[in-house]
């Protein structure tokens, strides 16, 4: 069985730094692709960032790029999310996803595979 058990969410205020794990059981770690994604109230999911299943490409969001970084550890099959400069607009529950790698960066999620439960960010003013 599959999991994706992510980690880190929490209450910050405006401009502090988090970091979020993903940490995935059951697969072959490191022939996913593997990402971020999160959802807002009231708004519906969007694509954050994702990395190749060794790391060497990455892809983000025009909304994070500069802030936000996506890295894995795959003798730990675990991927991170450090976050920084953390906005009220990043206020949102963030899904670790796992899938090929030529499809995981996809806008609305359809080349995930697997889904994490969710970890709750929020950012106040």
């Known amino acids: 069985q599959v999991q994706l058990v992510e980690s880190g969410g929490g209450l910050v205020q405006t401009g502090d730094s988090l970091s979020l794990s993903c940490a995935a059981s059951g697969l072959t770690f490191s022939t996913y692709g593997m990402g971020w994604f999160r959802q807002a109230p009231g708004k519906e999911r969007e694509f954050v960032a994702a990395?190749?299943?060794?790391?060497?490409?990455?892809y983000y969001a025009d909304s994070v790029k500069g802030r936000f970084t996506i890295s894995r550890d795959n003798a730990k099959n675990t991927v991170y999310l450090q976050m920084n400069s953390l906005k009220p607009e990043d206020t949102a529950v963030h899904y670790c996803?796992?899938?090929?790698?030529?499809?995981?960066?996809?806008?609305?999620?359809?080349?995930?595979?697997?889904w994490g439960k969710g970890t709750l960010v929020t950012v106040s003013s």
């Open positions: 990395i190749s299943g060794f790391g060497g490409r990455t």
């Open positions: 996803a796992a899938g090929p790698s030529a499809r995981i960066a996809r806008e609305g999620g359809e080349g995930v595979d697997y």
